[in-house]
């Protein structure tokens, strides 16, 4: 029986870690801006506003990929899906690497969307909730984030090497663009040969054929008439919105405190992947045990990310020495990937069947990632308008509008839980009495 235990809990593990290798890898090239922000701008010949558009396509066709993907993700299997996702993005990468116009880049950046969004992301955050349990839900999500980040700094620090190597101009963007495509081709194959295959129901509790297309619709529908998940949903909108602004860092430490283009992209792998590897265990281990709750810390850390951002605007910047602009940008981000680390842990805590994991999964991904969809225009045609400080302190205020917002609705969230917990305890209550 402890043999059985351990085999079971080191397939587990072993599961999440492959899991990882492709979570950390798929958006490598729909994210091209975290380590070649500034790049970009300049070799494809793009304003902030023109990114701000390609990403609002990007989160456009993820949103409307949500609805479809409430259906493929419990109707067909990861070791598929997975790696058919990779192999596609992959392939449009390499056509980006031949930079094509701004109208390309738009079509390039749907097909991203189709891939990673629609095919891969609810599949893996359906794939690692139904690998732990209720009191693991913290852990397993927050060791895929850092684990995403162990991957993702890898990958992206070695891409910046060959953009170095190749001169740090158009042809080392190139490379790094073709490095990435190759990338997701490997890790592709090896996702298919050591991913298990799912295993789809095909009778019911009766022994009668399931179907399955009405099966997974049904699943659907349940998924969309709950309203916790609709909840759980907006909390992600709120933590998301926050964190697409953790983008203009970037800009605003080479715009405000001069640092070179090179440190800039390693200033953005550090913001947007070595931050997984703090924010992940941490928030993990402080949803699961310091909190006994992921709301509950969500609701925390919103406070938290309210009162450091205040203090950051109000910080004469110009004045500043640039390692305390680094320092506190990067704090701050720890603060909201530790957030990013649980809160699709409480799908699980607010009780959602198993049995529609997929289609909960696709629910909260449609509503909590549809900030991708104006946040990215909405702070790039800030920093357009009112060039310099003004236009970052305009975004910096918006993100503590956000982070307000989720604060209101996390102390709704936590109210669910906490009336959940109580009506289970009666329960248990009443059968021990019986």
């Not at 043999?3 to 899991?19: D, E, H």
Request: net charge positive.
């Amino acid at each position: 029986m402890i043999l059985n235990s351990q085999n079971k809990n080191t397939k587990k593990w072993f599961t999440l870690a492959i899991l990882i290798l492709g979570g950390g890898t798929v958006f490598k090239l729909s994210s091209l801006k975290d380590a070649f922000y500034v790049p970009m701008m300049k070799y494809f010949h793009l304003t902030h506003t023109q990114i701000g558009l390609t990403l609002s396509v990007y989160a456009f066709i993820q949103a409307c990929g949500y609805i479809i993907s409430m259906y493929i993700v419990d109707r067909f299997s990861k070791k598929k899906l997975m790696p058919i996702s990779l192999i596609g993005v992959g392939v449009t990468g390499f056509y980006l690497a031949t930079f094509p116009s701004f109208n390309e880049i738009l079509i390039i950046w749907a097909l991203f969307a189709i891939f990673t969004e629609i095919a891969f992301w609810p599949v893996l955050i359906k794939a690692v909730r139904l690998l732990g349990d209720s009191d693991e839900q913290g852990r397993m999500f927050g060791f895929l984030e850092a684990g995403r980040g162990v991957v993702d700094t890898v990958v992206a620090f070695t891409a910046l090497g060959i953009f170095q190597w190749l001169g740090a101009g158009g042809a080392g963007l190139r490379g790094a663009i073709i490095f990435f495509s190759v990338t997701m081709i490997v890790i592709s194959i090896i996702l298919y040969f050591l991913l298990e295959d799912d295993v789809i129901v095909t009778v019911d509790e009766k022994g009668q054929k399931v179907n399955k297309n009405k099966a997974a619709l049904e699943g659907a529908l349940k998924a969309i008439k709950m309203p916790e998940i609709w909840v759980v949903a907006f909390t992600i909108f709120s933590v998301y919105s926050v964190y697409i602004g953790l983008t203009y860092f970037i800009p605003f430490l080479q715009d405000i405190y001069g640092i070179p283009v090179a440190l800039v992209g390693v200033y953005g792998v550090i913001n947007q992947y070595c931050l997984k590897m703090v924010g992940g265990p941490i928030g993990g281990f402080l949803a699961d045990n310091k909190f006994k709750s992921p709301s509950k810390y969500l609701r925390v850390a919103f406070v938290a990310s309210i009162i450091g951002m205040f203090i950051f605007i109000l910080l004469p910047h110009q004045h500043l020495n640039v390692y305390l602009g680094i320092t506190f940008t990067l704090a701050y981000g720890a603060i909201i990937f530790t957030q990013r680390a649980v809160f699709f842990a409480t799908i699980d805590e607010v009780g959602i069947p198993k049995e529609i994991s997929g289609a909960a999964v696709s629910v909260a991904c449609l509503i909590g990632y549809a900030p991708s969809m104006f946040a990215f225009t909405l702070y790039g045609s800030m920093l357009d308008q009112s060039p310099g400080i003004v236009g970052y302190r305009h975004v910096f205020l918006t993100m503590i509008a956000f982070s307000v917002l989720g604060l209101i609705i996390s102390s709704y969230l936590v109210k669910i839980v906490n009336k959940k917990k109580a009506l289970q305890q009666n329960l248990e209550g009443n059968l021990t009495k019986d």
